[in-house]
């Protein structure tokens, strides 16, 4: 497995690949790996016959008063589990690699980018959207994984992809779930064994909005009002957003007549932890 650290060096790995006739997948993360990670490598491995993944901790998509100083940093583990499962490249730049001391370019997908996480967050999409479109120049794949977990995230790259006419498709995979159902995230490091517990009411509210769906509720302020009556039982983690949106606009949708994208974040202790589920 190759680590590579410059734009230059990666390119002409690339290029090699395709030029071997081999189909680029490229996994980008921000390091930290657990399984949801190691499963969009597997996915990667299925469909292309080079795999590349990159770790690097984008510090635009950080707010001031975020984590960036802190987030986790494995970088040997990491390197270990992907070596695993087979990465032909490693991708880790240092930051001036990505952003020069006089970049000046931004990439933005207007209104998407101010839903969901964005609003709690702002410039958090700018930032991710910025540094995807700088890594799929650099690493040139034919395919990119990403998780349903960031899934505006997802909603909004597929969105730059088809607006910038990008030559990569971007496949999503599912959310991957620690046994008792809580969403692997690197965050989960920072929780402490109670809010760890108490964070299983993301996940916990989510699948009885889906058992009440399922049991003929359609009507979204009844659902959302019903499921912040069941957040609430858990008074240790503070709710960010609850709702219940059209999967590729991010609009909120009146009555669920469409599969829809039920969305919560929330914060255990200073832990902001994400999770959804699709309803169809
Ligand atoms: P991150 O390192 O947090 O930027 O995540 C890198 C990629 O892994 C993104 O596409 C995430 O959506 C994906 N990912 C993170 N956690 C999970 C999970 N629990 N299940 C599936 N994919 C995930």
Redesign the pocket.
């Known amino acids: 497995m190759q680590i590579l650290r410059t734009a230059g060096e990666m390119r002409n790995a690339s290029r090699a690949a395709q030029r071997g006739q081999q189909r680029l997948g490229f996994?980008?993360?921000?390091?930290?790996l657990?399984?949801?990670?190691l499963?969009?490598v597997r996915a990667a491995r299925k469909h292309c016959e080079s795999v590349i993944a990159s770790i690097f901790v984008n510090p635009t998509q950080f707010g001031p008063n975020e984590d960036f100083g802190k987030y986790p940093r494995t970088f040997e583990r990491d390197c270990e589990l992907l070596r695993n499962e087979g990465v032909a490249v490693v991708f880790a730049p240092p930051v001036e690699e990505i952003y020069p001391p006089d970049a000046a370019t931004w990439v933005t997908v207007d209104g998407l980018s101010d839903r969901l996480c964005g609003r709690s967050r702002p410039g958090h999409f700018r930032g991710v959207t910025t540094v995807v479109n700088k890594l799929f120049n650099i690493v040139e794949p034919d395919q990119a994984?990403?998780?349903?977990?960031?899934a505006a995230?997802?909603a909004i790259l597929k969105r730059m992809v088809q607006d910038l006419r990008l030559p990569v498709e971007i496949v999503v995979?599912?959310?991957?779930?620690e046994p008792d159902g809580l969403?692997?995230?690197?965050r989960n490091a920072y929780l402490s064994p109670g809010e760890r517990t108490s964070a299983l009411i993301l996940s916990r509210t989510l699948q009885d909005m889906e058992r009440r769906f399922r049991d003929g509720e359609t009507n979204v302020s009844a659902l959302i009002a019903m499921a912040k009556k069941t957040f609430a039982s858990e008074p240790n983690v503070r709710l960010d957003y609850l709702e219940i949106v059209d999967p590729d606009t991010l609009q909120t949708l009146g009555v669920l007549d469409r599969p829809a994208l039920v969305a919560i974040a929330a914060f255990a202790g200073s832990t902001r932890l994400i999770d959804n589920l699709i309803v169809r």
């Open positions: 996994v980008p993360t921000m390091g930290a657990h399984e949801g990670h499963s969009l994984f990403f998780g349903q977990k960031d995230q997802v995979c599912p959310i991957v779930r969403a692997m995230s690197s």
